[in-house]
């Protein structure tokens, strides 16, 4: 296991001494875990049917914006009607080619043992992407750095709960932006051994993740693009368009293999219509269009169902995350995803400002439509705040918790005669209790989920160590494990390898900054 | 509606003024939330006949401890094999008698429009019951008295989401317990027109209460016995006994056809075995040799099947609330009383010891245990803190905000051909956004559920405004909410009639106090 045996780094990349596991805290061992429950479906057959037709009719009638000659050429010589940028399909070609889409995949980082699986009854779940700002409750909130960067991508690879890493856990903003990929896929490739991301931002940001991605996996070109080692995740520019960048990006992916996620970005009432259903109709008809066009220039590229409809607020406009529409949508959407059998992507989100009650209960409630919608890829897992303009520090660390809950919350219950305990009833009878049985003590020490930073202790105790509330609990133990924090094994050769790559691409300028 | 038009009470009974609805914060509607999801159900068919066999075996081969006489005479003349206070029952017999119990009853307070349904789809919430302790910002942790007891019930009674009030919901240490019951009655009858409970604690205070509902509702004794007006919780005294006066409240209420939860507590590892399946099955054990009796007691009698079942932290010994073990404790229950059509009762519980992001999550994956398990009454809905030790009234606005926000999601969702907007996405296209359009605007004033302690705005508003984190802000809404509070209208000669009653029994020395 990469937790049992690990290089450390501290103290220059040249340092080399073998280290015990981690003991910041006690945390779940790494697993894939696959979440029984049956879905929570708020639609009947004849709802997911309208929401199927409605999409269809956006695609057939009204069509999508594609803005990318590239992809109108493809769509065309597959069939569709174009007209400039509008792109018609109809809906026996639309399903026959969501329906190459693989319902489940794997994706194979450079560590195989963090090797995850996207689709059927899996979930798995990555940090936080892309906020321009990070917060503690030391430093308080400031634009994001390297150094905050970094700390994030320790806090990835520490949780065992974390299967892989999204894009930018915070933007490094102290990186000129283009060499910024190049920089910052180094960093995660060296602190992580998690499944990386590329940002579709350009060809050369693409095409350099992904060449970085194979280097520090050691494999070939054809080893590469055999199966899915990175993937990245395009939003669609509601209402019905897909841009430029997004695009060139998503069918770079496809050509070697690779997995797109597409997340049309639907705020009911703002980019979209006011009811969840309609949201969710046209997100479902922005989705499958590029789904389409992957499917058309690579049959087979596995790809992923995202969902980000929520609702604003109508008296400000603001978006909200984590509310009672948002995990309709949600759910919705997971029934279409399974009615086109696509995999599902959802997300941890929440519209609080700080790591207090309302972002609990907010990301709570996301965290629950994530399992009750049947989610396979839970984006922004850990460490949203601010409808995603933040990265706290303590609410990674608070969402890693929730996160392992839930991950027990799945295990799934056996029932037998031996587990049940008729004997040790019958042994405690009427009186005493169940400390001291058998039953008991064979299973003590596993049989109930242990948090690290839940409080259980009673008020009396929990005062006189000082009334700790949760975020400050959560900032000692993201110090802790930072201090203690011990980056996966790589070969010094595959290292020089990386760094060579970097500098020769920062020599040649990087990627254009005119986007 | 109640609300409409109110009689004030500020400044003296003798005040009578009318007012406008309350305007300290925009709330929803009274309503009878109906929960349509298809409930979670962790076991499948093989789990819930082990189970089910278990508990018979329990009742038929160890026997429940009845330790009440006539309770063990009437279960003796009804056929179960008796032997000193043990009653072992077969399941034939169990069988039949928990047949007798109604899937689905009403229960109707003083005023007719808060009538409550308990049972089939419905959801209705309590506030929290019997803590020692209260807490607020301001004046921190302390013993509960009749100020805050008081207090308490007015938030009860201005939420719309809050269906029924619970025992104290903090206990009233500074009233003396023989008379406590008549005070806090008279209070609670005089501050709300919501459901009343009362405490299983000796014929005097079962009697008194019923007595006393009877005479707010303006009923006579035969109305009063026609139907469901309040109702009582017993707990088991884990492992397998049931306690005299629990019992003796029971059948009181049993014999004038008023309803009973009966609620284990069942602590998985201390009071029952160490594996929540296990656990379950001697809590429906014990759940079950009560329902008998009250069923021998009254045919047909209301019973509510109650779930307790949680977790013990195993380093420590105490109790943890809202973990995943409980969540699937309360869903196995829940599978249980379908099985048995009877309703069930669970509960919004956390271990936190303050209002903060751990009492928030805790509290979010309780009640969501609630919706998941098909739980028709949730007992300590708001409120709630340290395992039911404090009763906070920040946590209590807070509550109430999450409960709404279930109650809006659990609200039905329609698709048709003008929800789905198929021609507001055809009329905005590929540009612009959908504030504008018509079907946004028929719409946007109830499209979404709107909170009202959840702050939605930017991080530069929100610190702008000060950066007030959820506690002080719900800390700010129940000043608002106790600022303007109006009780019920209630007829002055009933008002008179009750005070004449708590007068006499006060003169007759109340309960006594050797319990």
Redesign the interface.
């Known amino acids: 296991m990469a937790d049992q045996e690990v290089r450390t780094r501290r103290g220059g990349r040249s340092g080399n001494k073998r280290r015990d596991r981690a003991t910041a805290i006690t945390q779940m061992p790494w697993s894939l875990p696959i979440n029984l ?2 879905p ?4 009947d057959e ?2 997911v049917a ?2 199927h037709n ?1 999409a269809m ?2 695609l057939e ?2 069509g999508i ?1 594609f803005l990318n000659p590239e992809s109108t050429a493809i769509l065309k010589a597959a069939g569709c009607t174009v007209s400039g940028e ?1 792109v018609r399909m109809d809906r026996d070609f639309v399903m026959e080619k969501v329906g190459l889409a693989p319902n489940q995949f794997t994706i194979t980082p450079r560590n195989p043992d963090r090797k995850i699986i996207i689709g059927g009854k899996h979930i798995v779940f990555g940090s936080v992407s892309s906020p321009p ?1 990070c917060s503690d409750l030391d430093r308080g ?1 400031r634009i994001g750095d390297r150094e905050s960067f970094r700390d994030f991508l320790k806090l990835c690879q520490y949780f065992n709960c974390i299967h892989f890493t999204g894009g930018y856990a915070v933007e490094p903003m102290d990186i000129h932006p283009s060499v910024r990929h190049l920089e910052c896929l180094y960093d995660k490739l060296i602190l992580t051994d998690k499944v990386v991301h590329a940002y579709s931002l350009g060809k050369e940001r693409v095409e350099d993740v992904m060449e970085m991605a194979r280097i520090a996996a050691g494999l070939s070109h054809e080893e590469f693009d055999a199966s899915p080692h990175m993937y990245t995740n395009i939003n669609s520019t509601s ?3 897909h841009d430029y960048p997004m695009l060139d990006g998503a069918m770079r992916l496809a050509r070697r293999g690779q997995p797109v996620v597409v997340t049309p970005f639907t705020l ?11 949201a969710v ?2 997100s479902i008809a922005e989705g499958l269009a590029a789904i389409v066009l992957l499917q058309c220039i690579n049959p087979g590229t596995p790809v992923v169902l995202g969902t980000f409809t929520s ?8 978006p ?1 995350f984590g ?3 948002y ?2 949508a949600t759910q ?1 959407t997971g029934q279409m995803a399974r009615y086109y059998g696509l995999p599902l992507r959802s997300s941890n989100a929440c ?15 996301s965290l ?1 439509a994530c399992l ?1 919608s049947g989610t396979n890829k839970v984006y922004h897992g850990a460490g949203w705040l ?2 995603g ?2 990265a706290s520090y303590e609410k990674f660390i ?1 969402d890693c ?2 996160i392992q ?2 991950i ?2 799945m ?1 799934p ?5 031996d ?4 004997e ?3 042994e ?8 001291g049985v058998q ?2 003590q064979d ?3 596993t ?5 690290f ?7 009396e105790n ?2 006189d160590r000082g ?1 700790v ?3 400050e609990r959560a900032n000692k133990i993201w110090k802790a494990i930072l201090e203690e924090f011990v980056p996966p094994p790589m070969d010094p050769a595959i290292d020089e390898e990386l760094q060579a790559f970097v500098a020769k691409r920062k020599e040649e300028g990087g990627a254009p900054t005119d986007f």
Chains 1, 2 share one sequence.
């Open positions: 429950d049956k929570t479906e708020p639609l004849e709802g309208a929401i409605g009719r956006v009638e009204i914006e509008n700002n909130r209402p019905l368009k009911a009432g703002a980019m979209a219509p006011v009811t969840m259903s309609g109709m046209q609702n604003v607020d109508m008296k400000t406009g603001a909200a509310t009672p529409d995990m309709r919705m519209a609080a400002n700080c790591p207090d009650s309302q972002a609990a209960w907010e990301s709570a409630f629950w009750s601010e409808g303009l933040c608070m918790e929730t809950q839930m027990a919350y295990q219950i056996t029932i037998n005669e587990e049940l305990g008729f040790a009833i019958k405690v009878g009427h009186g005493g209790h169940f400390f039953h008991t299973r003590y020490e049989a109930f989920y242990s948090p930073l839940s409080d259980w202790s009673n008020f929990w005062e009334a509330r949760t975020p």
